[in-house]
């Protein structure tokens, strides 16, 4: 198994083995889930902290079946009520948590950067869930899963990310991800909602759906970031869907089997008609969910083994030492 990460804050990181080996891993955890009896001790014995400062419902749920399903002690942390809200920083909560010994800890922030900062101060394996506008891994990595069961492959595909790419971490994650698989990458949006130097990024760039989607093999919408917005970002919601969001008319340009996805929550007639999020045929929305499970799964597999790897190297040399 190529796989020798200590964390998971970032695709970057990773190389393409890497990543093919976590999914690898993923396919047999998607087989595992549609089990009658979903239960395996890969993580037993051990305990893994769900830090979640900011909202969230699917992330947060995933990860805590994933662990339960691995043999993890999972505990969530409230931190709508932690000692943060009373001003203690994020350093003396790493140590706080540190002298809990916890083996496995997953957060999401709302800063760029909160996530690497924790990792450098614990002694365990972190798992990044979203920091800001800067990366989510496992959402990058479960939409490379579907991806890959759709078509069959994960290279030389056409995919259209479009909408607010300015503020999606998933996009940031999407993009280094797929473009380490040698795809073509294309961003469609309002200027306003591309980020600066997005021609630069190795993708092209388009405002106008219809030409963004002509001859597209994946189309990924995304969720207008409105907690992440302070101006106005777009002329009503009611233009926004006209010139943007995903409609039949529109994903007619694109490849006939095209497939059409979404991280979620969405906003129904916002960024895509509600037709199309519940066409069978096109859509893989539930699909994403269903293998964020497997993702999160694999990944926690793969640093554990590590962190016990590391561990047992380090208990031998102080046997030797002694």
């Not at 924790?118 to 991806?147: F, W, Y």
């Not at 030409?211 to 409105?226: N, Y």
Request: aromatic content about 4%; proline content about 4%; glycine content about 8%.
């Amino acid at each position: 198994m190529t796989f020798r990460a200590r964390h998971l804050l970032g695709i970057e990181p990773l190389s393409p083995p890497e990543i093919v080996s976590l999914l690898d891993l993923a396919e047999t955890y998607v087989a595992f889930n549609r089990r009658t009896v979903k239960h395996s001790d890969a993580l037993e014995g051990l305990t893994q902290i769900n830090m979640f400062f900011e909202p969230s419902t699917r992330t947060q749920s995933s990860f805590e079946l994933a662990g339960k399903r691995l043999g993890a002690d999972v505990m969530n942390m409230a931190m709508a009520q932690s000692s943060l809200t009373k001003g203690e920083t994020l350093i003396d909560t790493a140590l706080t948590l540190n002298a809990m010994r916890p083996d496995l800890l997953v957060v999401r922030h709302q800063d760029s950067g909160a996530v690497n900062l924790l990792a450098s101060k614990v002694d365990c394996a972190v798992i990044n869930a979203g920091d800001g506008r800067h990366e989510h891994p496992t959402q990058a990595l479960l939409d490379a899963l579907t991806i890959r069961r759709a078509k069959g492959r994960l290279q030389r595909l056409t995919i259209a990310i479009c909408g607010d790419i300015a503020h999606s971490r998933v996009a940031r994650s999407n993009l280094i991800l797929l473009g380490k698989m040698e795809n073509r990458l294309r961003l469609v949006g309002p200027a306003t909602l591309m980020p600066a130097g997005a021609a630069d990024l190795g993708c092209e760039v388009y405002e106008d759906m219809r030409e963004g989607l002509a001859g597209a093999d994946v189309v990924m919408m995304l969720r207008l970031q409105k907690e992440r917005m302070d101006g106005g970002f777009i002329p009503s919601a009611r233009e926004y869907f006209h010139r943007w969001g995903l409609d039949a008319e529109k994903l007619a340009c694109a490849k006939p089997d095209a497939i059409v996805m979404h991280p979620g929550p969405m906003n129904r007639g916002v960024e895509i008609d509600g037709t199309i999020a519940d066409d069978i045929n096109r859509s893989v929305i539930q699909d994403q969910v269903e293998m964020g499970v497997a993702v999160r799964m694999a990944a926690m597999d793969l640093l554990a083994r590590n962190l016990r790897a590391e561990r047992g190297a380090r208990a031998a040399e102080e046997s030797i030492d002694v």
